[in-house]
């Protein structure tokens, strides 16, 4: 496909590995041709993910590439968590939290600016095949997305000596109570009072507003404060609608809300599983 004349070319900066090794790269090694940068703050992230938005802001600057900072209007992904009693990502969900509140923010920052023909560079390693899928653009979408570490060959281990070798440390990007921790990242996370304070007050906010959800969530894998995640298979698609709904199974034809939960008759840790594992 020819290239248009005009293409805007603007870095999805998650302030993790693998788009900070990006704009490294760029800075230091080879333009990669970066017109701006774009940082969608959910606002959950850990202190260091912040002091590394700042650093590469302040990097970005100095290098006259404009830097962007972007938020959801209305609440941030905590509140959001808070206000319906949920976690981010249910037992058999999909990302839908990171669409809502990094991918459509981004996408409509750049319509609001007008950019022509945009070009999204994605952090995605070379050994990250398998998340291409989840990161390329829908087919009617005018945009266009490049994955710089896949074409380049660059896998984990060498973005992270590319960062050593300027002298870079970065921590994995995540909101404190992201359910797609690593047991290793969720025992790092609970060994921070601040961080461990929060993912409980989502956790117990959930329990208290869905005893049977939370109970059956817990069964289909782990509570996030003890110290691991619901197996991988738990992880599916068509979980929910605007955060309202929380199970992929559905009940009579529909997914069930959590008022509509609650009020199902026998409702049990049993059924619960039952409807979970329903597809
Ligand atoms: S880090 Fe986890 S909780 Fe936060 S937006 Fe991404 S998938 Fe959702």
Known sequence: MQEPETVTRILSFGAGVDSTAIIVYHLYVRSLDIDHVVFADAGAEFPET??????IKTLCEDAGIPFHIVKKGG???????????????MAGGAHVCSQKFKGDVIQAWAKLNKFENPVYLIGIEADEGHRLRRFSPPKESVSRYEYPLVEMGMKRAACEDL?????????KSSCMFCPFMSPAEIKETIADPNAKSLVQKVE?????????????WIDAGMPLNKGDRAPVGMWRRNSWAEGQ??????HAGRALSIEEWANLPNTSVQGAEQLCFQM
Not at 75 to 89: A, F, K, M
Not at 204 to 216: G, M, P
């Open 75 to 89: 609440e941030t992904i905590l509140e959001w968590c808070l206000r319906l009693g949920i976690v981010p990502v």
């Open 204 to 216: 117990k906010r959930f329990k208290n507003t869905s005893a049977e959800k939370h109970q059956a």
């Open 50 to 55: 912040y002091d590394n938005v700042e650093l």
């Open 245 to 250: 709904r929380l199970f992929v199974a559905k």
């Open 163 to 171: 960062l050593k070798s300027y002298g870079f440390k970065v921590r």
